[in-house]
């Protein structure tokens, strides 16, 4: 009998809770109706023909630009200094776009393939949403690519760089980069190994990932292309902890250059065991831009010095960027930049907000209607001066203006826990000597 | 008599049996191709022979905190792995502070003893937490509803330590003492790994010695056997079972130092790939059974160093060891084709069935 009338009791909850839900939604339609027709008669009322449909944005709301970045874990530096960038950026523009405040926060993507379909999910299940910047890593791109296109949105990545997310056969119509191609970065990484430091034998390691898998095949099939012979090619998985193996197994092929374009805890580990494996002492290590970080240093240990990378050339950046750096280092009190796709997210936040500005219509009382076609089709014919170069995208998403540089870690920068910051080479640059103890 | 032949014979087993025998059959042509081809120098194999110990330590003292909670509640602790990162995790900040300031070098010993302490206690005392709170009270319901709580609980520890000590990657300090190698002929071994052997097998006799002699170990092995019986001859069974999950920390604890030595980036998800090697060691090696969770996680650790190299290099199967884990699974499969309770579980079999 307790349990009957509890049941009862829970129903009527039940149905009370229902009824306040749906009141809001069905209680105004009948008061607004009238008061819209006698207090605005007003310019005839917007109407969305936006064939993927219409964000209306109340006055004074906010314009809500999302970021899928990795906000947490190994990686957690590449998303955070890609945050920084966007945030920069907003802070730039005085925190508004026409009129309305900017709002920038968005999901965690983690640089898993998982992480970057439940990141684009929630992303794109919140109708508030006006554009995405995101994501950092290629393996989060693949499956938020579609997720985002299928909800009308555009994202625009800063630091997604794996060839196959612009191909002409894959590309998702809501994908844009203002990250370089990385046909465009291991061809320099190729060049610089073989004309520079004059090696003819390199072993490489991916990680099964998308983008160093790119990244490893652009290096070998230019690599090769120039006169030199891959030795090796390994592969390991996300995760592996213990290198010596793998790293034994190099050895017996006896390289002269090692070349491993992975992440953070993977590369740190490869980089912090490599002396310790016989026929490896020697070996001239290289990674790429998602191991150009501070992060990377610190768990690769004092084996990093000397090391190279290829990454965005900072030296060939605009006019702004040394503003931007030292902004950067002001506002969230750090002495060295966390990654090197700090530039690119201010840009793609700038593209946006530009973006914006062009395709919105606004109503007298401040209202903000932006067609989702509209704004994509404003952001593939984006033509701007940014700060990573000139910014024009084609028709597969690659806006970028790519200029790659080498950069090397020096013993007094791993003393002072510093990333270098001016490049040691660049194509078409004087010369480098090669010198392994800088 | 042909007809009593095909009765006798279960196609099942016999699938089983090609199966066992094709894995069989690949390891043995791979091994031989792969040491007939000489690629590798005998220093090579004692240096992967090494590493996989010491890795095989470290599970197997993981390992054995899954086993003991298992022998005496019949519970997959699956918050044993943020057992194992809690510790280690808090004692990063003592050991980034003593490397700092020099002590951690002029004193490796102490230093070290420190490191280990704090980080034993930490994760003794987040095991004892976990089961006053996530498992007790769920003691008598159905055996499924604490394995729910076990994973709820281990997403509530990776978050916990993330909001306290920040979603980034930390290192330990280096130890200049450990990083030296004792040659023994053409062969070689790293201080930091023998130590990780030495302590890992130290660690593993004492729990032995423990359980089999003294009178906790006794209690603790007549709970297992049967709760009930047990609380009636007078043992406090909420006290044993308190006590076993303090061992499976500290052991745990300890271990993730270890781990440390050799692998040193430390972070809140550090815990979930070597807690899922080591339960996949200890169901290897038996589960339930002490011996078999550090036989299994020693087995586990060489053949994840040694096998791609030995079974796969040799078939020329290229980058082998992105097959790693898939070894290490496959022999998992063989073992349980033939031996369905673990390499050492069949008393286990006799004793709870």
């Known amino acids: ?438 | 008599m042909l007809s009593k032949l095909s009765d006798r014979i279960n196609p099942m087993d016999v699938m089983m049996f090609l199966i066992g025998g094709s894995i069989a059959a690949v390891i043995l042509i791979g091994s031989a191709l792969t040491l007939i081809h000489g690629k590798y120098s005998s220093a090579q194999w004692f240096d992967l022979l090494i590493s996989g110990l010491a890795l095989g330590g470290v599970y197997a003292l993981i390992a054995l905190g899954y086993t003991l909670v298992y022998g005496i509640l019949r519970l997959i602790n699956f918050a044993h792995s943020e057992v194992f990162m809690s510790g280690p995790f808090t004692a990063y900040f003592l050991a980034n502070y003593l490397g700092q300031s020099g002590f951690l070098d002029a004193n490796p010993v102490v230093g070290l003893a420190l490191i280990f302490i704090l980080a034993m206690l930490v994760s003794m005392t987040v095991a004892v937490i976990v089961e006053r709170i996530a498992y007790r009270p769920l003691r008598h319901s159905p055996r499924l509803v604490p394995l729910i709580t076990a994973i709820g609980a281990s997403f509530f520890l990776q978050y916990f330590f993330r909001g306290l000590y920040g979603p980034n990657i930390k290192v330990y300090p280096e130890i200049k003492v450990l990083d030296a190698y004792i040659h023994l002929g053409i062969f070689r071994i790293q201080y930091t790994q023998l130590l990780v052997i030495v302590a890992a097998g130290l660690m593993m006799l004492g729990l032995h010695l423990f359980v089999q002699r003294s009178r906790v170990g006794k209690a603790m092995r007549a709970v297992s056997e049967d709760k009930d019986t047990a609380a009636l001859m007078g043992i406090n069974v909420d006290n044993v079972i308190v006590i076993t999950f303090m061992l499976g920390g500290a052991l745990a604890g300890a271990a993730g130092v270890l781990y440390l030595l050799m692998f040193p980036q430390v972070y809140f998800l550090m815990g979930f790939i070597p807690g899922i090697k080591a339960f996949t060691a200890a169901v290897l090696g038996g589960i339930g059974n002490i011996p078999g969770a550090m036989l299994g996680g020693m087995f586990l650790g060489i053949i994840e160093a040694v096998g791609p190299s030995l079974f796969l290099d040799g078939l020329g199967i290229p980058a082998p060891y992105q097959l790693k884990d898939a070894i290490a699974f496959t022999l998992l499969v063989f073992v349980l084709i033939f031996r369905p309770s673990g390499i050492l579980g069949e008393k286990l079999a006799e004793k709870k069935a």
Not at chain 1, 191 to 219: E, M, N
Not at chain 1, 231 to 253: F, H, S, Y
Not at chain 1, 315 to 341: D, E, I, R
């Open chain 1, 1 to 438: 009998m307790k349990g009957k009338i509890l049941l009862l009791l829970a129903l009527v909850a039940a149905v009370a809770l229902i009824a306040a839900c749906a009141a809001p939604t069905a209680a105004p339609a009948p008061t607004t109706a009238p008061a819209q027709a006698t207090t605005a008669p007003a310019p005839a009322a917007f109407k969305c023909t936006d064939k993927l449909g219409c964000i209306d944005i109340a006055p004074g709301a906010p314009v809500h630009i999302a970021y899928m970045f990795v906000t947490s874990g190994d990686n957690a530096s590449l998303g955070t200094d890609t945050r920084y960038g966007g945030e920069l950026a907003v802070d730039d523009a005085g925190g508004k776009v026409l009129g309305h405040p900017i709002q920038f926060d968005g999901q965690d993507s983690g640089c898993t393939a998982e992480g970057g379909q439940n990141a684009a999910t929630k992303v794109a299940a919140d109708k508030t949403v006006v554009a995405v910047i995101g994501t950092n890593c290629s393996s989060e791109s693949v499956p938020a690519a579609p997720i985002i296109t299928n909800a009308g949105l555009t994202m625009i990545s800063p630091s997604a760089t794996s060839p196959a997310l612009t191909d002409p056969a894959k590309h998702q119509a809501g994908f844009l980069r203002t990250a370089h191609n990385d046909k465009v970065q291991g061809a320099v990484a190729a060049q610089f190994v073989y004309t520079q430091l004059k090696f003819t034998k390199a072993a490489t390691i991916h990680d099964g990932s998308p983008y160093a898998q790119g990244l490893v095949t652009a290096f070998a099939d230019n690599f090769k292309q120039l006169g030199g012979t891959i030795v090796d090619q390994e592969a390991i998985n996300v995760g592996d902890k213990d290198m010596k193996p793998v790293l034994t197994r190099i050895a017996a092929t006896s390289p002269q250059f090692l070349y491993y374009p992975i992440f953070v805890a993977e590369g740190g580990a490869i980089a912090n065991q490599v002396r310790d494996v016989p026929g490896m002492e020697k070996v001239v290590m290289m990674g790429a831009d998602g191991i150009f970080t501070e992060d990377f240093v610190k768990a690769g240990g004092k084996n990093t010095i000397g090391m190279f990378w290829s990454s965005p050339d900072f030296s060939s950046f605009g006019s702004g960027y040394q503003a931007l750096v030292a902004a950067y280092k002001k506002k969230y009190n750090t002495q060295t930049l966390l990654g090197p796709f700090h530039a690119h997210s201010y840009d793609a936040m700038n593209m946006i907000l530009a973006a914006i500005k062009k395709v919105a219509v606004q109503d007298p009382d401040g209202t903000l209607h932006i067609g989702k076609q509209a704004l994509r089709d404003a952001l593939y014919a984006t033509d701007m001066q940014g700060i990573t170069g000139h910014i024009k995208c084609d028709q597969y998403g690659d806006c970028a203006d790519p200029h790659i540089a080498v950069y090397q870690l020096t013993s007094d920068q791993f003393s002072k826990n510093l990333m270098p910051e001016t490049p040691i080479w660049k194509p078409g640059g004087p010369n480098y000597t090669y010198n392994p103890n800088p």
